[in-house]
């Protein structure tokens, strides 16, 4: 993972995506999961929360979240009227469990806070589920010293170029700035505007 000593210190400002990168991912949407399995055996009596939990959690791992809810109901027999339950509890969730960030990525932050470089997360997908996860995530302070921009809800606004959007909103050039994730699609857009990239997972 990557540590303050692998990041060049002339950046002012660091970007972080937040799923899979200051995160697992999986932390968030399996108790998304097991709350939703709750909910249905106490609204119908079947299927017993722990299968169906134990379900959904083996499809996630091996496939992913795509078309979950049909598989679950092809399975279980769920009524679809229960799908949009399903897609709401994503976004209004309360978990039972904080969500913890990755241990080496809760000191880089801590570093770059105390060696005065500005941290902002900018995230992609639903802004309502993505400000819940932000929510349950024990930031320890950290929260406190963070900025937060949903891509999906700049993305929308006439002539509006999201990360160019940060870049001028804050009077910054793109050689102040590195962005910190680990897609390959983030790293393109980031250095056909001279951004600097720095993958979470390749040092």
Do not use: C
């Amino acid at each position: 993972m990557l540590s303050y000593s692998d990041i060049n210190t002339s950046k002012k400002v660091f970007v972080f995506e937040l799923d899979d990168v200051l995160y697992p991912q999986q932390d968030y949407i399996l108790q998304v999961y097991y709350l939703f399995a709750n909910f249905l055996e106490y609204t119908e009596s079947f299927p017993p929360a722990a299968e169906l939990t134990e379900f959904l959690k083996k499809s996630y791992l091996q496939h992913g979240s795509e078309g979950i809810f049909k598989k679950a109901s092809d399975v279980f027999g769920i009524d679809a009227k229960y799908e949009e339950n399903f897609t709401r509890l994503h976004s209004t969730a309360q978990l039972p469990l904080r969500l913890l960030l990755y241990p080496t990525v809760l000191e880089l932050l801590n570093e770059l806070v105390q060696n005065q470089k500005a941290v902002y997360i900018f995230t992609k997908g639903n802004p309502l589920i993505q400000l819940n996860k932000l929510k349950h995530l024990d930031w320890q302070g950290l929260d406190r010293k963070l900025k937060v921009y949903f891509y999906d809800e700049l993305k929308v606004l006439p002539g509006i170029d999201p990360l160019d959007y940060i870049i001028k909103e804050n009077n910054l050039t793109a050689s102040e700035v590195a962005l910190v994730g680990k897609d390959e699609n983030d790293r393109k857009e980031g250095e056909k505007r001279g951004i600097s990239y720095l993958d979470i997972t390749s040092f």
